[in-house]
């Protein structure tokens, strides 16, 4: 969703901000500005454009600035069409403040209703620009302050007045060699470089520039003037900041020699599950260590359920750790989307341990999830890929899944990564509670395993599913069916094949196809199968032939040596024998590669398909 970029500093401001804008471009967008101090007497030029950064690039370029200080944003939007005007940055009506804002400015409605009695103008349509005006009017009535302490004590004032989300970096055309930024449910982080500050949503903005970071927390503003910075509170408390040094590598945006971020991002999982389990096992206990969960053994032996909360994605691989956990721990779980868990009010009994999972660490459904069941007393552990995002940071404990800067849009490598490191936690669970010594031992070779698994099946399905990719492509629905461990998988293929392709497909439990979908069911409408599931095959391979009996294509996903019948099937994808535990994560690959695959043969934006973001920050 939207980015910010801010820089101030000895270098070129506009290239800068451009680095800054493409790094952010991963998180989804429709529009980019930047504002620099070219113009004269020191004011800022402000270009905007609608469409890719390489778009503003063109534009700024030939302008040719030498500012060295700016503010950037990437927009995706939420109040007011796609267009330059309402493209950020915005200018107050006064030309004295200009803003970028993440986040949605709820009471905009009567602020600009006030704000237009009181002479100001508006270009856009956005909640955005009423911020900007509103800094822009308290701006103005504190005329008796000297600009610096105007400026910071405008923007505190304002933020007071405003309902909703925001981080925001603000300019002031009275001071040239300043910036405020602050933040409210919407992440903001400071980057330190010797005599250059980075202001930005995301760490990955400015990465290749600087490791030191400090993260801002909700209620805080920071003042930048020049090369020194101060962070206080809106009682105007001074805050010492926590410099934290980021880990990360900065050429996680390279492609290498893959064609997409999501080809890549497949390719690399069974790397990243290797990093997911390194050092995470204790091979004389056969358990998980997960030290993160700051728990006691004694403690988390007093947990009656599990109750886990995610969106999208994360939900599916919720939905499969209800399984391992059920199964494995013998410990009752509920999984509910995080958006209508904040605000459902659920009854939740006393002993119940609240898990958030995300991997950005930043949707804001999981986030307000969060809240709200530490606001009821509940401990509320973490799933998060993003070191140091705010989810990681609130929660009271959790596990990283270590999985590596994800870029492409579509989840694939953080799936595999939230499903492996809560089959950890069903594990470690399991090991305190009923597992037994060699059950324990077999999971973590099967975990230890998912690595080279991963790999061989990626190797072996990638030609295959491109050639059934081509042959089904042009259908316009699909049904994907799965039972008990694997019906989330059906659900995250049926997800993966829409978001990507446009494909309009749904997942059900396969023996609840005769209770309605199986009405859709004609030569128009195949239906892909998980058949991996040795227990229950029988009763798959009849709602196959049911299937078939309608003239739907089916395509099947089998396991080696258990037999399907020909005839259930037009199109067959054999995976090795495995552990029923690591089952869901390799099932999932093919799902990945045809849903890749599939969208490319419709031509389809695979890293940005239209309408998505990476980063959800607003409800
Ligand atoms: C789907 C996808 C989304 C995310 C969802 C939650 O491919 O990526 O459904 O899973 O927006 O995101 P996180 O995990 O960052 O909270």
Known sequence: MCGIISYIGKSNATQVLLNGLKRLEYRGYDSAGIAVNDGPHNSFVILKSVGRVETLAEIANQKKMQGSVGIGHTRWATHGEICEVNAHPHCSSDGKIILVHNGVIENYVPLKNFLLKEGFSFKSDTDSEVLCNLIAYHYGRLHALMPSKRFLESVRTSLLEVQGTYGIVALCK????????????????LGIHEDELFLASDVGAFAGHTKD?????DN???HIQGKNFSIQDFSNVPISPNVETIDWDVNFTHLGHYSHYMQKEIFEQPAALDNTIRGRFSQ???????????MSAHELRQVDRLLLLGCGTAYNACLVAENLIERYARIPVEVEC????????????????VFVVSQSGETIDTLAALRESQRKGFRTLAITNVVGS???RESDGGIYQRSGPEIGVASTKAFTGQVCTLAMLALYLGRMRGMSFSEGCNFVSAL???STLASQVLDACDTPIKSLAEAYAHYEHFLFLGRQILYPIALEGALKLKELSYIHAEAYPAAELKHGPIALVDEKYPSLFLATDPLLLPKTIGNMMEVKARKGKVIAIGIEGVEIPSKAYDDIIYLPQMCEAIL??????????????????????VDKPRNLAKSVTVE
């Open 584 to 605: 869901p994560i390799i099932t999932v690959l093919p799902l990945q590669l045809f849903a890749y695959y599939v969208a490319l043969e419709r031509h389809c934006d």
């Open 174 to 189: 009275d001071c040239p060699q300043e910036m405020i930024g602050s933040k409210k449910s919407s992440p903001l982080v």
């Open 390 to 392: 705010t989810i990681a």
């Open 220 to 222: 805080e503003i920071i």
């Open 448 to 450: 230890k395993s998912l």
């Open 338 to 353: 995080a958006s209508e868990f904040r605000y459902r009010n659920a009854p939740l009994e006393k002993n119940t341990l």
């Open 213 to 217: 970071a400090v993260f801002l927390d």
């Open 284 to 294: 004389d206990d056969s358990t998980a260590h997960l030290g993160g969960l700051r």
